[in-house]
Every structure is written in structure tokens, then in C-alpha cells.
């Protein structure tokens, strides 16, 4: 058993090292984490923070539901939020004002549910907006409803529909972790060409450019962040087998 748990924690201290070594040790520019702070207009801020908070207090309730039934999941949790935090530390300029990055939502969102990765999610923002000036605390309800809430949503309803199909957890992770990624750039590039629509075109043609230009970095970075939660998974299926059966026992429960 202490050999068993220190592999995990050994796991847990790995992905802190490589995060502070992505934030600290990276001599590229501090550019921002999804839309940065003052770039979209006080009505839009303030339009996602509103579509924000409800999933975000659906999602207190239902972490505080499971860590309270199985407090053995937390380091499972711990893991897949430093998860998230290392794969969205991996930044690309993109477009103006935002970037291009995986963002490492769909494990969780895959073992705990899309509600439980729109707290997890927005922390790691917040810890992005605050420490590391990456992101912005008037778009961070704009950035959680791309990276914490529409991604997470879409890879869970993705990995339920592919799984039931193919019965095979390894495509049904790929394809739920890859699509989490190109969605939450989508629900992104909706939000600039909502906030910043085309002169000549309005809302389409800026959600076009927008999207034309996230797709030349993020379907090669969405395919990537696939193989990598392949693997991580399969990390999971031999050294957290106790933990991924008792999560599965509560999906069924919630059935």
C-alpha cells in the first residue's frame, strides 16, 4: 500500500515540477490565457460571468457531493486538476488578445463529470489570471464557459455517445479529449465575433476569421492532448483501478 501511494504522489509531484518549470523556466512572453483582462467589452464580461455562475455553484455542489461520500477520490481530483493546469500552461499565440493551447479538461471531465471540471477548470483561471497574468479576471466567466464548462461538456457527452457505440474507452477517450479541445476554441472564437463583429460581414464573417486562424494551431494541439489522455488513462486503469471502480460504482448510482 505505501508503495502503491507513493507512485501517485511521486505522479502528483512530477506534474507540479513540469508546471513550475512551464511557467518559471519558459523564456517565451507572458501572452494571455484564452481573452485577456480588458479585452472584451464591459457588456460581454459581464454577459459570460451571468451564464457562468450557475454551472459553477451546480458544480460546488456536486465536488463537496463526492469528496464528502469518497474522500480516497481527492487525490484523483488533485491530479486531474494539475492535469488541466500543465496541458493549459502549454500556451501558442494565436489571435490577437487570446492564444492557442490544449487544455487537459477532458480526463476529468471523462472520471467526474462536466460539473466537477467547471470548478476545477475555473480554478486553475484564477490561479492563471492572478499569479501568472494569463487570462483576466473581467473574461474569466467568458474563459471558463470556453475551457471549463463547453469543453468539459462536450468531451463527456462525447465519451457516454462513443463508448456506447464502440465499447472501446481508448477511442471514446481520444475523441472525447480532442473534441473538448476544438469546442472550447469554437464557444472562443463565438465569443470575440460576438464582441467584435465584422464591419462588412458582422457576426459570421468575424467568426469565420476567428476560427480560421484557431484551427491552423489548435486541430494539430487537439489531436495531441487526444493521445496524451490515452495514455494517462491507461496510467490510471493499472495504478488507480480502486478509485476508477468506485467512480464508475457512482455513475451507475446516478443512472
Known amino acids: 500500500m505505501t508503495k502503491y501511494l507513493s507512485k501517485k504522489f511521486a505522479t502528483l509531484l512530477a506534474m507540479v515540477c513540469l508546471s513550475a518549470y512551464l511557467v518559471i523556466g519558459s523564456p517565451t512572453p507572458a501572452y494571455a490565457m484564452h481573452i485577456m483582462e480588458g479585452y472584451l467589452p464591459p457588456v460581454w464580461a459581464g454577459f459570460w460571468w451571468l451564464v457562468f455562475i450557475p454551472f459553477f455553484l451546480v458544480g460546488l455542489r456536486s ?25 493549459s500552461a502549454l500556451k501558442i499565440p494565436s489571435v490577437t488578445g487570446s492564444c492557442s493551447h ?3 479538461t477532458g480526463l476529468g471531465a471523462v472520471l467526474f463529470g462536466p460539473s466537477v471540471m467547471s470548478v476545477l477548470g475555473t480554478m486553475v ?45 481508448s477511442v471514446a477517450i481520444f475523441l472525447a479529449a480532442s473534441l473538448g479541445d476544438l469546442i472550447t476554441y469554437v464557444v472562443t472564437s463565438i465569443q470575440l465575433a460576438l464582441a467584435f463583429p465584422s464591419p462588412t460581414g458582422g ?13 491552423f494551431t ?11 489522455t490515452v495514455l494517462v488513462w491507461n496510467w490510471l486503469k493499472t495504478y488507480n483501478s480502486e478509485e476508477l471502480k468506485t467512480l464508475n460504482s457512482l455513475k451507475i448510482q446516478e443512472l
Open 63 to 87: 465536488l463537496t457531493k463526492i469528496t464528502t461520500a469518497n474522500p480516497e477520490l481527492k487525490l484523483l481530483l488533485a491530479m486531474s486538476g494539475a492535469f488541466t493546469f500543465v496541458l
Open 102 to 104: 490544449p487544455t487537459g
Open 125 to 169: 483561471l484564477l490561479f492563471q489570471a492572478v499569479l501568472l497574468a494569463h487570462g483576466g479576471l473581467t473574461t474569466l466567466g467568458a474563459n471558463a464557459c470556453s475551457m471549463a464548462i463547453a469543453g468539459p461538456f462536450a468531451a463527456y457527452w462525447t465519451y457516454r455517445g462513443v463508448l456506447k457505440m464502440t465499447s472501446n474507452p
Open 203 to 215: 457576426f459570421v464573417a468575424s467568426f469565420v476569421k476567428f476560427g480560421s486562424i484557431f484551427a
Open 218 to 228: 489548435q486541430v494539430p494541439l487537439a489531436i495531441s492532448e487526444g493521445l496524451l
